[in-house]
């Protein structure tokens, strides 16, 4: 239920913080909320939002804790490698020929009909196009993270991860200024299983040694590997 609210218990397991620390962060409004019958809620989807926007700018020890916090959330198995699960040397491209934020979106989603495992290429497209419009998903070091705002539970089969390199970077409205040359999208379909993606990709991405490494793989077989190297030596730090 994306739209359910949650209470201040719900919204730390969700965040994987403590419940204090999430009450101090919310009644200095530093976390969306309202009051009801003088007790603090939360909307699913608005915290949704703001998670999403604010998960480039997390610190490594949050990002771990949230990691942790929507496994338990979604109660997966904390060694799984959601990330490496997805990974399809189909929907890789080390040499995306798009020079525009809009033809880079339109060449991610044309990756994703290459997984068959999406029904609506239109629909996603256009998610991808207004999340872009309400607040760019690049991030510093050259990279993004396009995905649709909401879920979309009706356009594809599973989840999806598409990611591509551009020889040449594209503005992109990095916060840095920086042109951004890596991209991974993805899309999911539900909220839980979306924001534990972005959260897992950040960690991934954190340190920039990813990054680097990822910018002179030459196939999607090697892409491949580094990514699910890192992924299992960050499952491991954390258990």
Known sequence: MPYSPMDIQELAKMMGIDARLAERMAQRDQIPCQKVGG???????????????????????????????????RQTDPTESII?????????????????????????????QETEQLYDAQALLEALGKREE??????????ALPHPRRPLPYAVAQPILVIARTPQGI???????????????????????????????????????????LRETETSEQTIKIITEKEVAIIAEST
Do not use: Y
Request: with cysteine.
């Open 134 to 143: 309400l607040c760019s998903t690049a991030l510093e070091d050259g990279v």
């Open 39 to 73: 007790q603090l809620r939360f909307n699913r989807a608005e915290i949704t939002d703001w998670l999403q926007q604010q998960m480039g700018l997390l610190k490594k020890n949050h990002l771990e804790s949230m990691d942790a916090g929507i496994t338990a959330h």
């Open 84 to 112: 490496t699960s997805l990974l399809c040397p189909t929907a890789i491209e080390l040499n995306l020929h798009a020079k525009t934020k809009n033809s880079v979106l339109r060449e991610l989603v044309a990756l994703a």
């Open 171 to 213: 503005g992109f409205g990095a916060p840095d200024g920086r042109l951004t040359d890596l991209f991974f999208m993805t899309c999911s379909q539900d909220d839980r299983h979306h924001l534990h993606l972005l959260a897992r990709l950040c960690r991934l991405l954190h340190d920039g040694q990813l990054a680097v490494q």
